[in-house]
């Protein structure tokens, strides 16, 4: 099994920056891409930022700019940088990661618990 456990959510004045952290574990051989995710309540979770293993990005016009991920293979961590946060920044942040458990090659999604982020006017 593969555990990825999120960190750096919290409240914050719009304008300010949070940094977000994921950690994977457990019987990883492998992580192909990795990425952030987030939330609003009756919403479709929707892609913030991804990032391949050769560190190629894709990210949302809506945070383009403003927010940046990036990866530290060494630790399995993946990491969203949020600069500007504005209200409407407010969700709850999933992280994910595309997981080879063995050499065979078969990938799996594996999602984090979330952590909530709050940006207030």
């Known amino acids: 099994q593969v555990q990825l456990v999120e960190s750096g959510g919290g409240l914050v004045q719009a304008g300010g920056s949070l940094r977000l952290s994921c950690a994977a574990s457990g019987s990883i051989f492998s992580i192909n891409t990795m990425g952030w995710y987030r939330q609003a309540a009756e919403y479709q979770r929707e892609l913030v930022a991804a990032i391949t293993t050769g560190g190629s990005t894709n990210v949302a016009d809506s945070v383009k700019g403003r927010f940046t991920i990036s990866r530290d293979d060494a630790k399995n961590t993946v990491y969203l940088q949020m600069n500007m946060l504005k209200p409407e920044d407010t969700r709850v942040y999933y992280c994910?990661?595309?997981?080879?458990?063995?050499?065979?090659?078969?990938?799996?999604?594996?999602w984090g618990q979330g952590t909530q982020v709050t940006v207030s006017s």
């Open positions: 994910k990661a595309v997981v080879a458990t063995g050499p065979t090659g078969h990938l799996y999604n594996y």
